[in-house]
DNA sequence: GCCAACGTTGGC
DNA sequence: GCCAACGTTGGC
């Protein structure tokens, strides 16, 4: 069991559109880093912050899980698509997503500003300055932290 | 809206 | 293979 944080702009989707569909695919990812880890490293079940990115504020709202093994993303092949890649082949995928649904909002959202102040997290890949990976692994312990700094 | 940090592209 | 130019991300 792996612990992941997926960002989303909330004007785009949000954990609000999470909770009405239950269930969503997080495609348009056109990050190599970010790729690798839903296509390799990503297994159903794994758990997931929801994390409201260019937001006010930003933070983690909600809690969601990999519901799928990875697969070609879809949008990639789609020349109408705004994510459509000429270099995404059928025969040979560039791109590859997860699907993610829905388990729970924060009772209460955390805000970035606080999540920085938690002893113990400093070392997160969200905090970290220029990270913007929009995928990123989440350690045990700065699971758990977030986790118990709710509230 | 600004802009620093980062990733990608493409000329050489 | 280098690196300048460009586009994007995302906090503020």
């Known amino acids: 069991m792996n612990y992941w944080l997926l960002k989303s702009e909330p004007t785009a989707y949000s954990i609000d559109d999470l909770a009405r569909d239950g269930k969503t695919i997080w495609d348009g990812?056109?990050?190599?880093?970010?790729?690798?880890?839903?296509?390799?490293?990503?297994?159903v079940g794994d758990l997931v912050f929801f994390?409201?990115?260019n937001a006010e504020p930003a933070g983690i709202a909600g809690i969601a899980k990999v519901s799928s093994k990875s697969y070609p993303d879809p949008s990639a092949f789609d020349q109408k698509d705004v994510h459509f890649d000429p270099k995404s082949k059928k025969e040979n995928p560039v791109w590859y997503l997860i699907d993610v649904?829905?388990?729970?909002?924060?009772?209460e959202f955390l805000p970035l500003e606080k999540i920085k102040k938690?002893?113990?997290?400093?070392?997160?890949?969200?905090?970290?300055?220029?990270?913007?990976?929009s995928v990123q692994p989440v350690s045990e312990k700065h699971w758990d932290l977030i986790l118990e700094a709710r509230s």
């Open 101 to 107: 649904s829905f388990v729970k909002k924060l009772k």
């Open 29 to 43: 990812v056109r990050n190599y880093q970010a790729r690798n880890f839903m296509r390799d490293q990503m297994k």
């Open 51 to 53: 994390y409201h990115s």
């Open 118 to 133: 938690i002893p113990g997290i400093e070392s997160m890949l969200l905090i970290q300055k220029g990270s913007r990976l």
